[in-house]
């Protein structure tokens, strides 16, 4: 057995011996010679020194990654593509095809190489862009008219009519949204329907809808299934709470998909915008929004490249070192209604 005694001089430490060190004698019981063993012990003021470095090492990566990050998927992209879409199967599908970022999407898709199959409900809009597209890009359409408020009757009518196509890449892209901010009860007391409608539309399509593509993706071993998320669902939002809360189930129903079929083969890809040019939109100065053409681009640049993005350049920048800088207990606490009250303000008052 060994005793450990401290000694003497380390009440009084010689010169020569440094800070932070200390010294112990070894004894053997029954020996007379000493060892002496020097242990090093940091002192409080070094043991933070070193964790500031470490702090500030791990910061300094943690940037670095961020923008070579950002760097690759939105400049690089550009001339350097994740994936080549059409490799994934002759064509797509896009939900909400007939306006806005759906509409954006099947032109982009069609121009990568795509024949694309439109959904929306207004049969005469989706035989406006599918010969627009036909002409444009000389792809071939198929259109499906659907009201994605409906219930499971749909899907039989879009299942039958995705029957026998070799599909490489689903948009779940379809979503409604309240015009301006509301309290929870008035939007419901303008109609029970509203909360059917937006919990239809903007979540049970997402699941039915990858329900009937994604089993002959797995079959193929490949395939891109992407999920309109929002901005939205970062942060509680109150005042749009049902789309806030539905936006949020995308998000997640896309992360936990991409976990579970990634190793089959599948792209999963959740894509979280901000303000982009729509119908959805139109109350938003225009300042603040990017074109929906130009999103399309951009967004689909980044598949293959990134699980969960907001699919732009500019989104990035205005969530990394904006949005996401606003603490998320500001948008529970009692600041929250005047807060995006304010906001909301902000972005729509030149228009007034
Ligand atoms: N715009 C933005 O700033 C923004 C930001 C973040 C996320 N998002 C998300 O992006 C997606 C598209 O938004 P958007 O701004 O492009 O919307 P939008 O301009 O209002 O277009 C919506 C599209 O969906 C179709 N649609 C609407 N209700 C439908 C229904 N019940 N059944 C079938 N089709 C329906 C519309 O066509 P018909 O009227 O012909 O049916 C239209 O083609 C949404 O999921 C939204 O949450 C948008």
């Given at each position: 057995m060994l005793n450990f005694l401290l000694t003497e001089g380390i009440r009084d430490p010689p010169q020569q011996w440094s800070k932070g060190q200390l010294r112990v004698c070894l004894q053997q019981e029954g020996e007379t010679?000493?060892?002496?063993?020097?242990?090093?012990?940091?002192?409080?003021?070094?043991m933070l020194h070193v964790v500031g470095v470490l702090s500030v090492l791990w910061l300094s990566l943690k940037t670095v990654w961020a923008l070579a990050h950002g760097v690759r998927i939105f400049l690089?992209?550009?001339?350097?593509?994740?994936v080549d879409l059409a490799s994934y199967g002759p064509w797509a599908v896009v939900t909400g095809a007939t306006a806005g970022i759906g509409k954006a999407y099947s032109h982009e898709l069609a121009r990568r190489g795509l024949n694309v199959v439109l959904i929306s409900r207004s049969l005469e809009k989706l035989k406006q862009v599918a010969a627009e597209i036909e002409e444009q890009h000389g792809r071939s359409t198929r259109v499906i008219q659907a009201d994605f408020t409906g219930g499971s009757e749909i899907y039989e009518l879009i299942g039958a009519a995705l029957q026998g196509?070799?599909?490489?890449?689903?948009?779940?892209?379809?979503?409604?949204?309240v015009q301006t901010p509301m309290y929870f009860l008035d939007g419901v007391y303008k109609g029970d329907q509203y909360i059917y409608d937006l919990v239809h539309c903007n979540m049970l399509s997402y699941v039915k809808m990858t329900q009937i593509v994604l089993p002959q993706m797995v079959a193929r071993k490949k395939g891109i299934v992407i999920y309109m998320s929002s901005a939205a669902a970062l942060r509680?939002?109150?005042?749009?709470?049902?789309?806030?809360?539905?936006?949020?189930?995308?998000d997640f129903f896309a992360q936990g998909l991409d976990a579970e079929y990634r190793s089959k083969g599948i792209i999963v890809q959740s894509i979280t915008p901000h303000f982009v040019e729509s119908n959805m939109t139109r109350?938003?100065?225009?300042?603040?929004?990017?074109?929906?053409?130009?999103?399309?681009?951009?967004a689909l640049n980044t598949v293959g490249l990134s699980r969960r993005t907001t699919?732009?350049?500019?989104?990035?920048?205005?969530?990394?070192?904006l949005f996401k800088r606003i603490p998320e207990w500001i948008f529970v606490s009692p600041f929250a209604i005047p807060f995006i009250l304010y906001l909301w303000k902000k972005c729509v008052k030149e228009r007034k």
């Open positions: 010679g000493e060892t002496m063993a020097v242990l090093n012990i940091f002192s409080l003021e070094q690089l992209s550009e001339k350097w593509r994740g196509l070799e599909i490489g890449i689903l948009v779940n892209n379809v979503g409604q949204s509680p939002l109150p005042l749009a709470l049902l789309y806030s809360a539905s936006k949020v189930f995308d109350q938003i100065n225009r300042h603040y929004k990017l074109s929906a053409a130009s999103f399309a681009r951009q699919g732009s350049l500019s989104h990035s920048i205005q969530c990394n070192v």
